[in-house]
């Protein structure tokens, strides 16, 4: 029989996230304690819930514009506009999705030709690289420093820039890091992008989950709207995972062709979650003001307590993850994670899952209570000291 599949697909290796997920559910353990899952702990506020269940009460359950609802586009952009001091059209420049992920999918596949470049900076997010294989392209990896904050600095950029470079992928806050990119940060790579004319990817998906300095959108500086697709959605700020529901805004003459393959293969955004999503927008400022806080709260939690342990861990200062070197214990980040599953059941997800320059670091979501994470960060101290004490560290 003929091979049935695509050796492009069957190149991509399955998400790193996954393996552990699968562990513990292997494990079939009640006493285990799960820090990798990145979504929100809490509910989706009742407000939101109750605006989608209406919509099922009144019979809105057929399909919307391929674009999304009018109410929310508009909503989108005064969202916009308000938050990140950028405008965008609602009718022509602003799409919404089945989540970011497909926003990212389809920006991919929409820019891409065949052999064009895409620079990603790693660690992040584990669907970027994957999307550009499937769209054709080929992704160059910077691999982020720590001493830098995992920041990507405009020399590092300069130095992945080829005459094949299109698209530059701009990952924060940071998924897995927590790091974060300031406007001061952001203005080199604005100008290196005008420069070498790149387009921007900015995936700004926890553009709410920020600490101590106010999100920046690279859209919102000059020369970069034009040349920038922004990604977000509803899934973290407002604990809306389930909901699926993400949007892009873009120049017309990318969004028109993001469209169009959305249009093919989705058809439209679930309805359900759109209406709730208006919602959101228009009264859900002091439910997002909350849930930071709590996040706040946790992630100086564990800041000082991977530190007590004696392991460095730089300040991450957006999302909900923290990401400690365990590098002076002298393991892999997969055979800590292993090891620490087995004998004290915590999972957390190991660096690599996110890129090479992972390795010796672990991501630990902080989307969970506090007490949780104080049961969970007493049993790692309790693994860390028989590491040492193996060891003789």
């Known amino acids: 029989m003929r091979n049935p599949l695509s050796d492009k697909v069957i190149d991509i290796k399955p998400s790193g996230i996954r393996k552990f997920f699968d562990l513990v559910v292997e494990m079939n353990d009640p006493n285990v304690i799960s820090l990798g899952v990145g979504e929100p702990d809490f509910d989706t506020p009742w407000h939101i819930r109750e605006e989608g269940i209406y919509s099922l009460e009144k019979g809105r359950t057929f399909y919307t514009s391929n674009a999304g609802l009018k109410e929310l586009k508009e909503e989108i952009s005064a969202y916009l506009e308000r938050k990140c001091h950028v405008e965008y059209d609602p009718v022509n420049e602003i799409m919404v999705t089945v989540g970011g992920s497909e926003a990212i999918d389809i920006a991919m596949r929409a820019m891409l030709n065949p052999g064009e470049e895409v620079i990603i900076p790693q660690p992040s997010y584990v669907s970027y690289q994957p999307c550009v294989v499937l769209a054709d392209g080929v992704p160059v990896i910077i691999n982020l420093q720590e001493k830098n904050e995992f920041k990507l600095t405009a020399a590092e950029l300069e130095a992945a820039i080829t005459p094949k470079t299109k698209i530059l992928v701009l990952p924060f806050p940071n998924n897995p890091t927590g790091s974060i990119m300031t406007e001061e940060d952001l203005k080199p790579i604005a100008e290196l992008c005008v420069k070498h004319d790149i387009f921007v990817i900015s995936d700004e998906i926890y553009s709410e989950l920020t600490y101590e300095y106010p999100h920046t959108s690279i859209a919102s500086l000059p020369g970069m709207k034009e040349r920038t697709v922004l990604i977000n959605g509803f899934s973290k700020a407002y604990a809306m ?73 730089f300040e991450p200062f957006g999302a909900f993850y923290i990401f400690p070197s365990i590098k002076s214990l002298g393991m892999t980040s997969d055979e800590f994670a292993e090891e620490l599953l087995k004998k004290e059941k915590v999972a957390v997800v190991p660096g690599t899952a996110f890129g090479d320059s992972g390795e010796g670091f672990l991501r630990i979501s902080y989307a969970y209570s506090l007490e949780e994470l104080k049961e969970a960060t007493d049993r790692m101290a309790r693994f860390v000291s028989w590491v040492r004490k193996e060891k003789n560290l």
């Open 241 to 313: 995972t389930g909901w699926r529901l993400g949007y892009a805004c873009a120049p017309d003459v990318i969004l028109h062709q993001m469209l169009k393959i959305h249009q093919f293969a989705i058809m439209c955004a679930p309805t359900t979650s759109q209406y709730a999503a208006v919602e959101a927008l228009r009264n859900g400022d002091d439910d997002v003001a909350m849930m930071r806080e709590s996040y706040n709260q946790r992630r100086r939690f564990l800041v000082h307590t991977f530190r007590e342990m004696g392991l460095d861990c």
